[in-house]
């Protein structure tokens, strides 16, 4: 059973990086698509990028297309998400999910295995 655990939160002051992993066990990466995904309290998950198991694509959500790159790393079955020019905005819970279907959509309903999240507070 594919399990998912995400790393790399923190505080960061705004305009700074950070670089998010989802790190996978139980079963190869190589058949599953992954997406990132946030929650701030109060608000409903937001799902901001997808990469596909299949060649690679990139999908990103208009809220973070140029500042955010989502990477996978199979052979370490390891998925980044690479944060920069953060903004207070993006305090959140960061989640990484599964899917065995493309990585074409990063909708909350497409992914079925999800990891336990990870804390990103932006923040002087």
């Known amino acids: 059973q594919l399990q998912l655990v995400e790393s790399g939160g923190g505080l960061v002051q705004p305009g700074g990086s950070l670089r998010l992993s989802c790190a996978a066990s139980?079963?190869?990466?190589?058949?599953?698509?992954i997406g990132w995904f946030r929650q701030a309290p109060g608000k409903e998950r937001e799902g901001l990028s997808s990469?596909?198991?299949?060649?690679?694509?990139?999908y990103y959500a208009d809220s973070v297309k140029g500042r955010f790159t989502i990477s996978r790393d199979n052979a370490k079955n390891t998925v980044y998400l690479q944060m920069n020019s953060l903004k207070p905005e993006d305090t959140a819970v960061y989640y990484c999910?599964?899917?065995?279907?493309?990585?074409?959509?990063?909708?909350?309903?497409?992914?079925?295995?999800w990891g336990q999240g990870t804390q990103v507070t932006v923040s002087l």
């Open positions: 999910a599964s899917t065995l279907m493309d990585g074409s959509s990063f909708s909350v309903d497409w992914f079925s295995t």
């Open positions: 139980g079963r190869t990466l190589d058949d599953y698509a």
């Open positions: 990469i596909s198991q299949i060649d690679g694509s990139t």
